[in-house]
Structure formats: structure tokens, C-alpha cells
């Protein structure tokens, strides 16, 4: 089942009401502040302030260094090589440097891997090759900080490397000249420790400026913003800042290569939001699905018709990547459904000829699917790639940690992570990171409610209100709001079936809402229905008369008991991965009746969703009691499950239920014995 547990907002009303006085704010926006843990006015006023607050370049540790040895090459007609990443914020991060580079007059190239043939990072071979090419200083960005081997080859060939990055060290700092991650004292208060790569390059050209960086970043904010955008980092602080004053550069079209891409996207007026849905897949696709190279060909174009043309390249791109991914997660579903993969506490899923620059994406929407961390790999005879996404509370940088014998290498962040791994070891590598994850507590999704509201509230007044928390992206997600206990009253296709419209009621409050990428046919609800929504709220033009359009992000059956299912489940996760105790498998041990009941409703109809069939039997059987009594039907040739859903079979005679192997093994364990 794709649980996710809803958190709705503890507030003290009466702060609220005083510190939306004291900051001039509208009381909705501070009451979401407030859910959001804002309390302190100089939060509050510092959260919402225009103007930009930077803190300074050289409290970053090994800046000083970095100045001085780029300065000496500048002076010195020294040869450079940016060294980037194929991604978008390795992408703008090399753009932003070289492009600063060459207006000081340097002697200046770049470099950024392909992604299948180099893989990532900074290499040896790469080295060797700048060296030969009379390279004498190597600054990287976006990546370098675990490159200790390469440092090392680096100095004895007498090639000088400052390492700018930001991703997290794996052991010791490497022996460059200078190195610059704000992960590395990110526990000292004064310093903002969660740049991406490009914003960690920025605070690099604004030392070399000796300028401050609220100057600076009216030149460079639309390149950083949309790296920033891109690497889902925090959008609090300078980050916010950053994106904020990047859409308005971005919307002036200052830059020929951003304003090509703008146009290729058909995107009329950019945000954050769309600009990471639009913009940011475009850059990355030339990394994913060719060479970096194109793209930052695009970021540094002064030509506009050259520009429209690489522009042109990577839209072209983006398509072939949309349709490789499409492939490759159907195909992961396939093998996960077929060996049972999801009842895994870490899926891990691999397939041979998986393009590996759509498998990231891939193990998003597997997260999305199946509520659980989910790793993609690419298979080879030579080695294989995989990329990893998790949810908040496991971390997937710690488990890889504790899995690393298995791998090759690895790296990144708590929700998401790549590896390498030789193809005879994904078996071992699948039961360590999953013996890992038995002895961490069960981790659910979360839809985070910042605030209940009534549906006559859902208005276009409070939408405009809302403009106060842009821009919008991890750390600062749009608002989202909880409608409780309304009753679908009709279920209405959208756009040829492909989304739906559902009109609602509660308290004598007729309202509707749309659900996005979800026909009627897969909604596992009916008309009657007692729901509660997760929605966002923004502000329609149509005619040039606006209405607010309320849109749904999660819904549930009100009637469902959390406390409950969370047991369920966590005791069903425990007897997948072999360590369920005695109370766990009596907690979803389904009785005679309990089975029973599930054949009768299956015996109504032909074939069901399965999410509708568990939707309907919320507050009459628990989710583990149904999952195994399913499975016990299933086992004994009663009913079976495809697609996502669930039929009842033809069958002669009498069966006895309790022979079925999951019922045997659930005995064994409550009587003391796990074999």
C-alpha cells in the first residue's frame, strides 16, 4: 500500500496573531510560517525580506587560498581548465566560472565528462590529458572533494587543482591546493553550508571580485538559480535570494542561451516552479542523454540564432529522455512486481540496456510508487551504475556507508546517491542494504499539512496571499492545505480521461478540486466517499475574470485510524525482511472470518484495483490482516493479482485456509520459531 502519513500543524494561535501584528504580515501567511517553524520575529522578517543577505565569501574555509592561486594564474597567463559535472548544476556552475574567467582575460577551457564514458567527477585519465595539453591550474566545480587519488596524481604531474564542491566527504580532504565546501564546517552558525555547486562557484567569483555578493549576484542570478533549482537544495536564505532574483533576470531574457531555452519551452512566464519542470530537465538532458558539452555551448552563447540552435538540441533531447525513462520504469515495476521486490524495505532493481541517465528519474517515480527508498541500476558485464532516491528519515548516504563492501564506489546526499557496483555483487549489495535497513526504524512518506482550512476559505483572495512565501522548492514547498471530511459527490475525466475533476461537499459547502495525471478509471475512490484532501491553491485567468483553482496533491478516506496502519505496517515490513517477533505477526495474523470476508468481496466482482479494494476495507480489516489474507488466497489458487489488481479465480471443492505457506510461516513465528 502506498501509505503516507499526513502532519498537520501544531500552532499556537496566539503567537501567531502577535507576531503577525509585530511583522505587518497577513495572519494565514504567519500562521504557515509558524507550522513551518518560524517563531522568532528576526526569522520571520529575515524569511521575508526583499533584499538579499549574503554572508561572507572568505568565511568559507580554503576560499583565501583558491583566490590567491587563480589570481596568481590570471597574472601569470597561466592555461585553466573549469572541470565540471554533466548535470544542470554542474553545467552553470562550469558556465558561471568560465564565462567570469574569460572576462578577466584568461587563458581558459572547460572540460565536463560524459556521463557513460567518464562517469563522475574528476578523473586520472583527465588529468593527464590536461597536463599534456600544457594545463597548470584545474579548478573543479560541482565535484572534487572525494577525489583524493586524483589530487595525488595531479601534484606529482605538477598540476595545481582547487577543488570547489558540495557534496558531502566521504573520508580525508583532499591534498589540493585549495579545497571549498561549505559541508566541511557546516556546523559553524555564521556560514550558509547548503549552496549547490553553482552557488558554491558563485561565492568563488565574488571573492575573486573582492566585490560583495549582493552586488554580484545581479550578473550571475539566473545561472545559479537554475542550478539551484535544479539540485533540489534548500530554498531558504541565500538560496532564496538567489532563485528569487534569478527568475526576475531569467524573465528579462538578458542572456541569449536562457532565453532560447525559455523559448523552446513555450514558457511564457518563468517561476520556480515551472522553471524546474521546464528549464532544468532541458540542461540536464544533454548530460543524460548525450554530452554535457551542448549545454554549456547554450549558457555561454552570446548569439541568438547560434543559441536557438543548441536550445533546439537539448528540447530535442529532453523528448528521447522522457521516453527512455518511461521505459525503463515500466520495466523496473515489471521485475519489482515479479520478484517481489516491493516488499522489500530498499528496492533495489536492475536491467540490462537501461540508459543511465534517465535512471535517477526512474528511482523518483519508483519512490513515488511504492513509498520506499528505491535504487535503478543499469546493468553491464563491465560495471554497472545505479542511482538511488529515499524518503525523509532513511538516509541513503548512511546505508550505502554501511553497505560500501559491496560497491565499487559511491556518493551524495541523505535522498539521493549513485554508485557503481560489479554486476556479481547487486545480489549481495540488495541483502546488505536491506539487512541495513531491518535494523532502522520503518520510515513513512509524509504529506506535510501546513494548514486545515474550510472549502469557502479556498479563495482567490488567500491565493494571492500566498505570494509571500515565493519562490517556491525544497525547503520552502508550496502550501498546502487540508480539507477534512468532505463527500465526492460526482468524478468527472479531464482532458480525454488523462486527469479528473471532482466535485465535493462538506457542511453544506458544494466545491471542486482537480486531480492532475490520474483517469477515473485509477482513482481508488467512489462517489459517496468521505475523503480528506492535501491541496494547493493557485489563481485561474480565463476570460479575464479569476478564480481560484484548487488543486489536489494527496487524498485519503477520512475514516483511516494512522496509529493503526502505521503498526500495520511496520510489523508486515518486519516479517518481509525475516525479523517480525511474536506480537508482530499476531498484530497481522487475519482470522478464518478475517479471510473469508476478503473472498466475499472479491466474489462481488470480476476484478478490482487494488487500492480501491484496500480503500474499501479501511475501518472493516486491518492492512496487514488484508495483505495477508490476499496472499494467503493467492498462494492457494483462489485469487490472483496483475497490473495492480486483484481477481478471484475458478476453483472446485473445499480448500483449507490455513495451509496456505504465509498463514504456516505467521504460526511458526507467533509459537517461537522464525525458520
Known amino acids: 500500500m502506498n501509505f503516507k502519513k499526513w502532519v498537520f500543524p501544531e500552532v499556537d494561535k496566539q503567537m501567531v496573531t502577535d507576531l503577525a501584528e509585530d511583522c505587518g504580515l497577513d495572519p494565514l501567511v504567519m500562521f504557515i510560517a509558524a507550522a513551518r517553524g518560524m517563531s522568532d520575529p528576526y526569522e520571520v522578517e529575515q524569511f521575508f525580506q526583499k533584499e538579499p543577505d549574503f554572508c561572507d565569501p572568505y568565511e568559507y574555509s580554503g576560499m583565501r587560498e583558491a583566490v590567491e592561486r587563480i589570481n596568481i594564474a590570471l597574472e601569470e597567463n597561466e592555461k585553466i581548465l573549469v572541470f565540471g ?34 562517469g563522475y567527477g574528476i578523473s586520472i585519465p583527465a588529468i593527464e590529458k590536461a597536463e599534456a595539453d600544457g594545463v597548470t591550474l584545474i579548478v573543479t566545480v560541482d565535484n572534487g572533494i572525494n577525489a583524493v587519488a586524483e589530487v595525488e ?14 557534496h558531502l566527504l566521504q573520508g580525508e580532504v583532499p591534498n589540493a591546493v585549495a579545497v571549498v565546501d561549505p559541508h566541511i564546517e557546516e556546523d559553524c552558525d555564521w556560514i550558509f553550508s547548503d549552496l549547490c555547486g553553482v552557488g558554491v562557484a558563485f561565492k568563488l567569483v565574488c571573492a575573486l571580485e573582492d566585490r560583495p555578493c549582493e552586488e554580484v549576484i545581479y550578473e550571475y542570478a539566473d545561472l545559479v538559480a537554475l542550478g539551484t533549482i535544479a539540485d533540489i537544495v534548500p530554498l531558504v536564505s541565500e538560496n532564496r535570494a538567489i532563485v528569487s532574483i534569478g ?123 511504492y513509498s520506499k527508498p528505491c535504487i535503478v541500476i543499469s546493468l553491464s558485464d563491465d560495471r554497472s551504475v545505479g542511482s538511488g532516491r529515499s524518503i525523509v528519515g532513511f538516509s541513503l548516504f548512511d546505508a550505502l556507508s554501511a553497505s560500501s563492501h559491496t560497491l565499487v564506489k559511491f556518493g551524495g546526499h541523505e535522498l539521493a546517491a549513485g554508485l557503481t557496483v560489479k554486476e556479481d555483487d547487486v545480489e549481495l549489495f540488495r541483502n546488505t542494504i536491506n539487512n541495513y535497513a531491518s535494523k532502522c526504524e520503518v520510515a513513512f512518506s509524509k504529506v506535510r499539512i501546513d494548514c486545515r482550512i474550510k472549502p469557502h476559505a479556498l479563495t482567490v483572495d488567500v491565493a494571492k496571499s500566498l505570494k509571500a512565501f515565493e519562490p517556491y522548492g525544497a525547503g520552502n514547498p508550496v502550501p498546502v492545505f487540508g480539507v477534512v471530511q468532505s463527500q465526492i459527490t460526482a468524478i468527472q475525466p479531464l482532458a480525454n480521461g488523462k486527469h479528473l475533476r471532482l466535485r465535493l461537499r462538506r457542511e453544506q459547502c458544494d466545491y471542486q478540486a482537480v486531480m492532475f495525471g490520474v483517469s477515473p478509471e485509477k482513482l481508488p475512490f467512489k462517489v459517496g466517499d468521505v475523503v480528506d484532501l492535501a491541496v494547493t491553491l493557485d489563481v485561474n485567468v480565463y476570460n479575464n475574470t479569476e478564480s481560484a483553482s484548487v488543486i489536489i496533491r494527496a487524498i485519503r478516506k477520512s475514516d483511516v485510524n494512522e496509529t493503526e496502519m502505521t503498526a500495520q505496517l511496520s510489523a508486515l515490513e518486519k516479517f518481509y525482511c525475516g525479523c517480525a517477533d511474536a506480537s508482530d505477526a499476531e498484530c497481522i ?71 496456505a505457506p504465509v498463514l504456516v510461516k505467521l504460526k511458526r513465528i507467533i509459537g517461537g520459531d522464525r525458520g
Not at 543524460?288 to 540552435?309: G, H, Q
Not at 515500466?330 to 528496492?347: L, P, S, T, W
Not at 468481496?601 to 470480476?606: K, P
Not at 487494488?610 to 492457494?636: H, Q, R, W, Y
Request: include cysteine.
Open 247 to 369: 527568475m526576475t533576470m531569467i524573465n528579462r531574457r538578458l542572456n541569449p542561451g536562457i532565453r532560447a531555452l525559455v523559448e523552446v519551452s513555450n514558457a511564457k512566464y518563468v517561476t520556480s516552479q515551472n522553471a524546474a519542470f521546464t528549464l532544468c530537465p532541458r540542461i540536464n538532458a544533454a548530460g543524460r542523454m548525450a554530452n554535457a558539452d551542448v549545454a554549456v555551448k547554450l549558457l555561454l552563447s552570446d548569439n541568438y540564432d547560434e543559441a536557438l540552435y543548441y536550445a533546439g538540441c537539448l528540447d530535442r533531447l529532453n523528448s528521447e529522455r522522457q521516453s527512455k525513462e518511461q521505459e525503463v520504469f515500466e520495466a523496473a515495476c515489471n521485475i519489482i512486481e515479479q520478484n517481489g521486490y516491493k516488499n522489500h524495505r530498499v528496492i533495489v532493481v536492475g536491467g540490462y540496456g537501461w540508459h543511465v541517465g534517465v535512471i535517477g528519474i526512474a528511482a523518483s517515480k519508483l519512490v513515488e510508487k
Open 85 to 118: 559535472d554533466y548535470d544542470c548544476d554542474g553545467v552553470t556552475a562550469t558556465a558561471l566560472l568560465t564565462s567570469y574567467l574569460k572576462k578577466r582575460g584568461a587563458d581558459v577551457d572547460y572540460f565536463v565528462p560524459d556521463r557513460e564514458n567518464d
Open 153 to 166: 596524481r595531479a601534484n606529482e604531474l605538477g598540476v595545481d587543482i582547487v577543488v570547489t564542491d558540495h
Open 589 to 659: 495474523y487475519p482470522s478464518r472470518d478475517d479471510t473469508a470476508k476478503v473472498f466475499r468481496y472479491l466474489r462481488l466482482s470480476n476484478e478490482i484495483m487494488l487500492s480501491l479494494l484496500e480503500n474499501d476495507f479501511i475501518g472493516m480489516l486491518p492492512i496487514g490482516k488484508l495483505t495477508v489474507a490476499l496472499t494467503a488466497l493467492c498462494e492457494l489458487g483462489l485469487a490472483k493479482t496483475s497490473d495492480d489488481k486483484v481477481s478471484l479465480l475458478p476453483f472446485d471443492g473445499k480448500v483449507d485456509l490455513g495451509s
